[in-house]
């Protein structure tokens, strides 16, 4: 059954660090990854999804980098900013059949002004 | 194009009591997704539909029934809600199994 691992659980960090937050997953047959923000009561809005075949996807200041051998993505932030405080959330698809995306627990990220 | 929408916003049932939550989306999207989303446990498959007309059970869907009466309506049932149904339900939509979801405004559910 694949497990998808979000760490840290919590991250503060200052505004304008540059950050990365981590997404692994056991089983490596995907199809794609999907990395997610959520605000505080808010739905999910989807920032960048990475094909299997892709090693990274870039959006503005956010660069999503994929190593589906060793099952890993990351997230980097660029700049932060206090605007980027919010839960980021990964989902992987599996190759087989119907089966739902497989969503981690997310990170919490505070940007501190 | 308002995307996905799901109404009611927020609700408060007493256990035993039955309600409806009601999902929409305006992209001609064919499948269709309900989840429920506890602290510690993440989001979690409910039922999905591929279709009109066709619905799945999903990861978690003891307690809950839904149709797809129409293309662009996904509805989710509670028949005796228990307050293990206490949750944040989302709804999402997708033009195919291995395409982006996107995800309504979601229903915060209490049951008492």
């Known amino acids: 059954k694949q497990e998808v691992t979000q760490i840290p659980a919590a991250l503060s960090v200052p505004e304008g660090e540059n950050l990365v937050l981590n997404c692994s997953f056991t089983?490596?047959?995907?199809?794609?990854l999907q990395w997610f923000r959520q605000d505080p009561g808010k739905g999910l809005t989807s920032l960048l999804l990475?094909?299997?075949?892709?090693r990274e996807q870039t959006s503005g200041r956010l660069n999503a980098s994929l190593d589906k051998s060793s099952g890993r993505s990351t997230l980097y932030i660029a700049a932060s900013q206090p605007g980027d405080s919010a839960t980021y959330l990964c989902?992987?698809?599996?190759?087989?059949?119907?089966?739902?995306?497989?969503f981690g627990k997310g990170t919490r990220l505070s940007v501190i002004a | 194009n308002a995307g996905v929408t799901q109404t009611p916003k927020f609700r408060v049932l007493k256990t035993g009591q039955s309600m409806t939550l009601l999902c929409a989306q305006d992209?001609?999207?064919?499948?269709m997704y309900w989840y429920r989303q506890d602290p510690g446990m993440g989001l979690r498959l409910i039922h999905y539909?591929?279709?009109?007309?066709?619905?799945a059970k999903g990861e978690v869907p003891d307690g809950y029934n839904v149709s797809r009466l129409k293309k662009q309506n996904f509805l989710l049932g509670l028949e005796s809600a228990a307050p293990s149904q206490t949750s944040v339900y989302f709804c999402?939509?997708?033009?195919?199994?291995?395409?982006?979801?996107?995800f309504g405004p979601g229903t915060r559910l209490t049951v008492t």
């Open positions: 999402a939509s997708s033009s195919g199994h291995f395409y982006e979801q996107y």
């Open positions: 089983d490596s047959a995907i199809y794609n």
């Open positions: 990475i094909q299997s075949s892709q």
């Open positions: 989902a992987v698809k599996m190759v087989a059949g119907n089966t739902p995306l497989v």
């Open positions: 992209m001609n999207h064919e499948y």
């Open positions: 539909s591929v279709g009109e007309g066709t619905t």
